[in-house]
């Protein structure tokens, strides 16, 4: 039988920068494994702007952490040998590895240059403020510390379509660059008139040469990783024909399992299907929908209807195509996407998303180990592993819902036979205490079930009938199973 796949995001924003975070994850893939987690989505491995930086501020795409470049050789997360270690443990320990591609922008130029452009307006980038006038922009990448090793492709003014800062007057803005066939992309999110330009410099995928080294690229670094997928950065600010031939490009290479899945920010439900629609489904995307109906569900308590969790969710119009999450390392707190899902509903977030049918759950490292930093916050592992557990042992079979009060909704996995002991009740409440009456199978009668989340002590006895009386605390969630020696 085809087991329930889970995915963890290895990283959050504040991990320390000791160059030890490779080696954190090598030493954790067996525990992971053992926790039911099969894939790692990992950050950047790419050089960036400083050892300090995250990997968005992406400088040198080929340089996996082996050239003495931006002042360092090792990336924040370490040095290339060590990610490659890494990657093997997890690979020993049965854990696909999808790593992080940052493909918008490049940072931290070598050389500045001289070129025209035009300001614009910061909120509608399709308005000029200016007329065309020459700037020093820091636009030239020689990548000198690698000396042409694995690419002697050299990127300057022409491969990029706009910059955010003028060194010969010292002055920000956004500038879009002039040129033969230079302009914004118009296939991209229309957010501020057009949404092309996000940071630093802003690659120009209408330009031949660059699609041809990005794929190039790409298929390096499946080649040198090993990995199994890639996850795609801010893809509403890139051109999307160039996104489906890349996924196009890298399945050609690795074959048609190579898993891509995007970051495409955007809440609206039909904007994301029709995402998915130019891209002809070479790619899945998360439910920024979910992230979001769970944040209003936290911040909202027992006023938001349970009910309606699901609707307007990528999760329930397109079930094969959303990667589904509870947070991130954007949406963490004092992060540019803060929304975090509040404590008292964690948990219940994440059994939303780890034991239904549908979807492709992601646990984020700040959740499971907690967050780093000035604002630091404890991990979860606790309340989160019952739940892993259930994904990976229980949470097979039909389905049968039961979200029939606004604040108390549970729903059965009815198991497989050839999982063994599998199937489970799930409960929860955003008000009072409650219950729910399920059928879990009259095959099931007189099994006595207990919650694997340890938040309720009773057992429950299911009836000659099949049904089970399965209660939940207010504010809370419950996961009822076969009680077995294995859980208990």
């Known amino acids: 039988m085809q087991r329930n796949h889970t995915m963890m995001q290895f990283f959050e924003w504040h991990v320390a920068p000791d160059g030890k975070h490779w080696k954190r994850l090598k030493e954790a893939a ?44 090792r990336t924040k997360y370490g040095t290339k040998q060590e990610l490659i270690d890494a990657i093997a443990a997890c690979h020993k320990h049965g854990i696909a590895v999808y790593v992080d591609l940052v493909m918008n922008h490049k940072a931290g130029a070598d050389e500045t240059e001289r070129f025209h452009v035009v300001q614009v307006d910061e909120m509608d980038r399709t308005k000029e403020i200016s007329k065309p006038f020459e700037i020093e922009g820091w636009t030239k ?10 690419s002697s492709f050299q990127w300057n003014f022409h491969h990029f379509n706009g910059t955010d800062y ?33 940071m630093f410099a802003n690659i120009d995928y209408s330009h031949p040469e660059v699609r041809k080294e990005m794929i190039k690229w790409g298929q390096w ?76 569900a936290a911040k909202a308590g027992r006023s938001f209807d349970l009910r309606t969790i699901f609707d307007d969710t990528l999760v329930q119009s397109h079930p094969m195509n959303a990667v589904t999450f509870v947070d991130n390392h954007d949406s963490q707190p004092h992060e540019s996407l803060e929304s975090w899902v509040e404590d008292w509903f ?22 499971y180990y907690g967050i780093g930093g000035e604002h630091s916050l404890p991990g979860k592992k606790e309340s989160i592993d019952p739940l892993l557990y259930a994904r990976a042992h229980l949470a097979y079979g039909e389905q049968d819902d039961y979200f029939d009060h606004p604040n108390t909704i549970g729903w059965v996995r009815r198991g497989l036979p050839e999982a063994k002991n599998s199937g ?52 809370s969630v419950s996961v009822w199973a076969r009680n077995t020696d294995r859980q208990s």
Not at 141 to 150: L, Q, S, V
Not at 359 to 364: D, R, S, T
Not at 439 to 448: I, K, L
Request: charged share 30%.
């Open 30 to 73: 067996p525990e992971l494994s053992k926790a039911g987690v099969d894939t790692v989505w990992i950050p950047p491995v790419t050089k960036a702007l400083s050892a300090e930086d995250n990997g968005y501020g992406a400088y040198d795409l080929y340089d996996l952490g082996e050239f003495d470049q931006k002042g360092t050789v």
């Open 141 to 150: 990448f020689t990548f000198p510390g690698r000396g042409g090793k694995y």
């Open 166 to 198: 003028d060194a010969s007057r010292k002055r920000a803005g956004i500038y879009r660059i002039l040129g033969e066939n230079k302009s914004w992309n118009e296939k991209v999110d229309h957010e501020f008139g057009n949404y092309d330009y996000l």
């Open 221 to 296: 670094l499946v080649d040198t990783l090993q990995c199994s997928g890639f996850r795609l950065d801010a893809i509403k600010h890139i051109n999307h024909d160039f996104i489906k031939e890349f996924a196009t490009a890298m399945k050609k290479k690795r074959g048609e399992d190579f898993y891509i899945v995007g970051e495409f920010w955007n809440p609206e439900l039909q904007a994301c299907r029709s995402y998915l629609d130019r891209v002809d489904y070479k790619i899945d995307l998360f439910d920024v929908s979910l992230h979001y109906k769970l944040h209003a």
């Open 346 to 367: 964690k948990q219940s977030a994440y059994a939303l998303i780890l034991l239904r049918k549908d979807g492709y759950p992601v646990v984020f490292y700040g959740d």
């Open 424 to 475: 489970c009740a799930v409960v929860m409440a955003n008000g009072d205490p409650g219950e729910k009456r399920m059928y879990v199978g009259t095959h099931r009668a007189g099994e006595e079930w207990m919650d694997l989340t340890g938040n309720r002590d009773e057992r429950v006895t299911i009836g000659n009938d099949g049904f089970g009386v399965f209660p939940v605390h207010g504010g």
